[in-house]
């Protein structure tokens, strides 16, 4: 379903529009609250705290006669309103392709590009932000170039705020679903029937938590018809960072030949990065002090049968947390690791973040891939071992034998054990050392048997359907390199294959060939975009198997780039933007005129206290 976005100049509305539905948003100039024709709906206790009024209705009660469109074609929702410098903006996802659908009626769809529509100012209305080049902005209106926030931007470029906030959100690694809570894994959102309960939401990994915040509590306020209206109309949108993809398998290449079917089954990897200590390589490292860790990705394999049978194995990777950074350098290699904290004072963070993860996931298998030689990920590897040691984690539960601990570390030196002839095949030798903790962590397993065996999309809602838990997972492997990407991303490969070589043998089902050489390939991509997200510019290169590796793509200009801080400045900017962390930036509200009189009117009548939304 896509929507509309129109404007109206005079008072300066802006309205999204369904085929019945419309959300209209405007910036309040004064300091009190003004309802949408410009009258004082409080003058008795004005308030300086609402920015925006808000209102959800039906196109019925509305007069379009005065409204343009803004964009020629349909528009996918919003991710929310953002406040620049003076400016408050509603962003809006102008383009959007279906990359994956994890089971049927759970379609993901990837943001392919957004725009930003001012709502206290008609300055940036001619404004054309370049596709093609997302730094090149032009300008065809008249007048003096409107506000700056101080980035340093190229010569060539206008300063419109939200250019860089626009580059990182149509880069191609932002996703988002209508259908279902995508910030969660399969195991814990079967029960959830709604896309935009905050409640259910996993901040962690929501990154437009902070622009659609004002929203998702606008959409508290509403009376349940409304709530089921809105979701309908598919105005709201939340959004997750990382890499979602699904490959079809085949009836003839399925790894489930004893449930016959002539239908394809679908294998499809969600990988969700976390929010909460975003940044690029050199820039994020480490953990910070409430236990997030950089560069944290939680990914998870999923495995639909059109039997109904679903699997799904979850496993995370993160940076190794504690206090520690990496000086930029012209060589790569050669940069130098300095651990910034003393093991008293990183401990407590570090307690936090397996803490955090135990609570999620159960036991937490932590699978140390950094070099036992290499100056650098030699002290990191022995600060972690020291910690993992003194973690309240790592203690038996009712037996003094280490199966009972909750938290456990291997180390498998990656280069040393891929360095003989060979190579990255070598890899594999990595399952012996985690092979019984993966049989006891097992893997989750539903069975739908109400979704439709040809995998069409007839239901539009999860709880039209249901699920029959079989397998619940009771653990997960944290692994790590120092970057946390070609290494990390080769080693959850074979984790990954691992889970599903379980699960197909207690069915007594074997994989064939081609199934295998999708499954590492749908990963290899996985850790590409990792690579170009957090690391910079890369080339895929194919090795046997279908396993790629890493090279730096100009390595001089990207480095460079890194040791005069244009590049982490330039790409942190729009991620800062986004989470609401510039200086001077302030959250927006929302208020809806009709709701909040009628609110205030029985706190005056009835003396009722106010409550803070």
């Known amino acids: 379903m896509s929507l509309r976005v129109l404007l109206q100049e005079s008072p300066r509305v802006i309205m999204l529009a369904s085929d019945s539905h419309a959300l209209l948003f405007r910036y309040n100039h004064s300091d009190g609250l003004l309802n949408f024709d410009g009258t004082a709906s409080n003058p008795k206790n004005p308030s300086p705290v609402a920015r925006c009024i808000v209102e959800f209705t039906t196109l019925q009660s509305l007069d379009l006669s005065n409204y343009r469109s803004l964009k020629a074609s349909g528009v996918y929702g919003t991710l929310g309103l953002i406040n620049l410098g003076p400016d408050t903006f509603l962003c809006v996802i102008v383009n959007a392709v279906c990359v994956a659908t994890v089971r049927p009626g759970e379609a993901v769809q990837k943001i392919v590009s957004v725009e930003f529509y001012c709502l206290n100012q008609n300055e940036y209305d001619n404004y054309i932000l370049d596709e093609a080049d997302q730094y090149t902005v032009s300008y065809s209106g008249s007048g003096e170039q409107p506000y700056n926030l101080g980035l340093d931007l190229p010569d060539n470029a206008i300063d419109h705020p939200c250019v860089e906030l626009k580059k990182i959100l149509s880069g191609g690694t932002f996703y988002y679903s209508v259908n279902f809570d995508l910030t969660n894994r399969l195991q814990d959102r079967l029960s959830e029937g709604s896309a935009f309960d905050i409640d259910s939401l996993d901040e962690d990994f ?109 496993q995370v990777r993160g940076s190794v947390p504690v206090f520690w950074e990496q000086a930029t350098g012209l060589l790569p290699n050669q940069q130098k690791i300095q651990i910034t904290r003393s093991p008293e004072a990183t401990q407590p963070a570090f307690d936090k973040h397996f803490e955090q993860l135990e609570l999620r996931y159960g036991t937490v298998h932590i699978l140390n891939l950094m070099s036992a030689s290499r100056v650098g990920e030699v002290e990191l590897t022995e600060r972690y071992a020291y910690h993992t040691q003194k973690s309240p984690l790592n203690r038996a539960i009712g037996n003094e034998t280490p199966s009972g601990h909750r938290l456990i570390q291997s180390h498998f030196d990656f280069h040393a054990e891929t360095k003989g002839p060979g190579g990255y095949e070598a890899a594999s030798m990595v399952r012996r050392l985690v092979q019984d903790r993966a049989e006891s962590f097992g893997y989750f397993l539903c069975d739908t048997t109400d979704l439709p065996r040809d995998g069409s999309d007839r239901f539009k809602k999860l709880d039209m359907v249901h699920s029959t838990v079989i397998l619940q997972q009771q653990g997960v492997f944290r692994v790590n390199c120092l970057d946390c990407l070609d290494r990390t991303n080769l080693i959850q490969t074979i984790l990954s294959q691992m889970a599903i070589e379980m699960f197909l043998s207690h069915h007594s ?21 990792s690579g170009q997200r957090y690391g910079g510019k890369m080339v895929k290169v194919l090795k046997p198997r279908g396993v790629r590796h890493w090279r730096t793509e100009n390595i001089f200009h990207e480095t460079w780039q890194d040791v005069t801080g244009w590049g982490y400045r330039r790409r942190s900017f729009g991620a800062h933007a986004q989470q609401g962390r510039l200086v001077e930036q302030r959250p927006v509200h929302l208020y809806d005129p009709v709701n909040d009189l009628v609110n205030y009117e029985l706190r005056e009548r009835y003396s009722i206290p106010e409550i803070a939304h």
Not at 230 to 236: E, V
């Open 509 to 529: 089902e074997r994989a064939t060939a081609d199934f295998w050489m999708r499954h590492s390939s749908i990963w290899a991509d996985n850790g590409d975009v």
């Open 206 to 314: 929501l990154w437009n938590a902070y622009m659609i915040d004002s929203l998702i509590k606008f959409r508290s306020r509403l009376s349940q018809e409304e709530k089921t209206m809105l979701d309908t109309s598919r105005m709201l949108t939340c959004a997750v960072r990382g890499f979602v993809m699904t490959v079809t398998i085949p009836a003839a290449a399925s790894p489930i030949q004893g449930l016959r079917s002539n239908y394809p089954s679908t294998l499809t990897i969600v990988s969700r990065l976390s929010c909460r200590r975003a940044g690029t390589r050199f820039n994020s490292r480490g953990v910070d002090d409430d236990g997030y860790a950089a560069n944290f990705v939680a990914s998870e394999t999923v495995l639909w049968h059109p039997s109904g049978l679903c699997f799904s194995y979850a």
